[in-house]
């Protein structure tokens, strides 16, 4: 495998499981590179035992998992409120998307950590029978979680709609 | 529910431009160089200090033994504690990415546990070394002080020795415990998550 090709073909993908993770475009982008970092690093090691999507995925949700470290110190440290502004006004412009997949991945953001992981491998139409080898969870249990996360998603744009 | 397929289109209308390979690779590079320099800066310290001690055995010419042992007693302190440092750190290195979640975070816990009791033991054994080293150093020149100067250098040397283990250690160990206990917590908690009975 190239890394080149591993690139191309899962930047994207990778960048939503970091965005459904942490909602926030900057921090996503950085966190999906520092995903492919560990993928240069890691791909002498990767043997054809394993999906490489599965070991992909593997690294970047153990990555976001990995997050919740640095977290508090972004926490404490408030914006001075004009970069806060700023911040705002980039973020409009970039994500001057429907309302819609904003909300969906502001929702996402909000759900227990690994709750995010499971239903952003869904929505990227990964199966669960690998989803489950990412997380390290019974199938069963995948699909149970799946079912509620999208329960609660569903009720939260029902109540969003009112 | 039928805004199932909903989610999914809408899921992947969430784009974002593919930063040049460029960017990334030199990020790469970035990276690589700081791993060197932090393994350059560490070894430099270690050979810097012992090249000192190395001059002053040879420079002043110690006599008795104890003066001897006292000095690698320091060296060995600081030589433990620099590898137990960057070990402790190393730790997390070694830790394959690639297990699935919840190996990784029963691993991270584990690791964290092992770190804090590293931190701590290395800790004292760094204090107990340390200052052992540096009663026994003394002991050579004291000898050719007089009995009031020689006992207020050890008197001196035991103050701040005294302040070092009783203020300044548990004041470290409090603040390395209370930054890895926050951290074990946050990943019993996402463990937990994982183990929750459906």
């Given at each position: 495998m190239v890394f080149e090709d591993i690139y191309k073909a899962y930047w994207q993908k990778i960048f939503r499981l970091c965005m459904g993770y942490i909602n926030d475009y900057d921090l996503a982008q950085d966190m999906a590179q520092e995903t492919f970092i560990i993928v240069w690093q890691q791909l002498p090691k990767f043997?054809?035992?394993?999906?490489i999507s599965t070991w992909i995925f593997r690294i970047a949700s153990n990555k976001c998992l990995r997050q919740i470290e640095k977290q508090n110190r972004f926490l404490k440290a408030e914006l001075p409120i004009n970069l806060k502004e700023e911040k705002e006004e980039k973020e409009e412009k970039e994500e001057n998307i429907e309302p819609q997949i904003q909300f969906l991945y502001k929702c996402i953001s909000e759900l227990p950590e690994t709750d995010r992981i499971i239903i952003s491998l869904e929505l990227e139409n990964i199966k669960q029978s690998e989803i489950a080898i990412i997380v390290g969870l019974s199938e069963v249990n995948i699909r149970v979680k799946i079912h509620r996360i999208k329960e609660k998603l569903t009720q939260k744009f029902k109540e969003n709609e009112q | 529910m039928n805004s199932n397929i909903n989610f999914n289109e809408l899921w992947a209308k969430q784009k974002t431009g593919e930063p040049n390979k460029e960017e990334l690779l030199s990020k790469i590079n970035k990276f690589k160089k700081s791993n060197l320099k932090r393994l350059i800066i560490t070894n430099l310290l270690l050979i810097i200090t012992s090249l000192f001690i190395i001059f002053i055995w040879v420079y002043y010419q110690p006599q008795m033994i104890t003066t001897k042992i006292g000095i690698i007693l320091t060296v060995l302190a600081m030589v433990i504690f620099v590898i137990a440092y960057n070990q402790s750190f190393a730790l997390f290195r070694k830790t394959?990415?690639?297990?699935s979640n919840s190996e990784y975070l029963k691993n991270l816990i584990a690791i964290k546990a092992k770190q804090q009791f590293m931190q701590t033991t290395m800790l004292y054994l760094y204090f107990v070394l340390l200052s052992t080293g540096i009663g026994l150093y003394m002991y050579e020149y004291t000898q050719l002080m007089t009995a009031f100067w020689g006992i207020f250098a050890y008197g001196i040397t035991s103050i701040w020795i005294l302040f070092n283990w009783f203020y300044l250690r548990p004041k470290q160990i409090k603040k390395q415990q209370s930054k890895l206990d926050e951290i074990i917590g946050k990943f019993e908690m996402l463990n937990e998550q994982l183990n929750e009975k459906e």
């Open positions: 043997r054809n035992e394993a999906n | 394959t990415n690639t297990q």
